[in-house]
């Protein structure tokens, strides 16, 4: 009877909740379509700041919270994280995609390309953020080595360093963006704007998404608390927002 008891309770079903998931969705959505939409279609500079300003506090609570419970918390099923990460990452794959296909039908079905009011667009910074992140990838690697080898200092400092990396990317990208809108080249200008904008912004977003991620595995790790399995999921997430860049630099700037 004990046995069966102890067996049931085994057994038991578990919930498991939490309020991360929430943040992040919510930072997203302030974010993206709420503070997009303010800039470019209602030109309400004040909206877009708040907006962006309080997106960006919630996504990066969000993401907090997450690496918080996956210090802290036991997961009810081990490994999981093992399966999750490929399938999220066919999925982005599959998104970025579906950008791609979008552009190059646009892009074929015009005879000149870059449609008129296009303006002249600098080649050269798009190869100069390619070396910023393709660094950042390689400095990513060496801070999973010193972890690997149980230097924690020296991990906090590499993954310092792809974080700075990261932000100056993420700079260089903002900084394109306000001149070319000085230039009068916004989302609207044309098929290729539209474009431009969209694919550059989706994949800054995932840059913005895994700065977050990695200032919040950071923190704790100044602490001396890390998990090695998160280290290793963002660090994929990092090597293919990598990768991604190489398609958008080629097709966007180069095609």
């Known amino acids: 009877m004990t046995t069966d008891a102890t067996t049931a309770h085994v057994h038991e ?5 939490s309020w991360a998931p929430l ?11 709420i503070a997009f939409s303010a800039y470019f279609v209602y030109e309400n500079m004040m909206l877009a700041a708040i ?3 309080l997106g960006t ?3 990066l609570v969000g993401v907090a919270m997450w690496v918080n419970e996956g210090l802290t918390q036991t997961p009810l099923l081990a490994g999981v994280a093992n399966i999750g990460l490929p399938i999220f990452i066919l999925s982005e794959v599959f998104i970025f995609l579906s ?28 190869l100069i953020m390619t ?7 390689i400095t990513c690697h060496v801070a999973e080595e010193k972890l690997e080898h149980g230097d924690l200092s020296g991990f906090n400092l590499w993954l310092s360093i792809t974080i700075a990396l990261g932000t ?3 700079g260089c990208t903002i900084y394109e963006w306000n001149h070319l809108i000085h230039m009068d080249f916004i989302p609207s200008t044309n098929a290729f704007s539209t474009a431009f904008y969209t694919i550059t912004g989706f994949h800054a977003s995932h840059v913005l998404v895994g700065l977050g991620a990695f200032v919040a595995v950071l923190l704790p790790a100044l602490g ?10 963002v660090s994929v997430y990092w090597h293919f927002v990598d990768v991604v860049w190489f398609f958008v630099a080629s097709q966007i700037y180069f095609w």
């Open 224 to 233: 001396g608390r890390t998990n090695k399995t998160f280290v290793t999921c």
């Open 131 to 137: 070396v910023i992140l393709v660094s950042s990838s």
């Open 51 to 53: 907006t962006a300003g």
């Open 168 to 170: 100056i990317f993420l």
């Open 99 to 126: 950008l791609f296909t979008s552009y190059w039908m646009i892009r074929l079905g015009f005879e000149t390309w870059p449609p008129e009011g296009t303006p002249e667009i600098s080649k050269m910074l798009p």
């Open 23 to 33: 943040f992040v969705v919510a930072g997203i959505f302030f974010l993206l379509p």
């Open 57 to 59: 506090v919630l996504l």
């Open 13 to 17: 079903h578990h919930w498991e909740w």
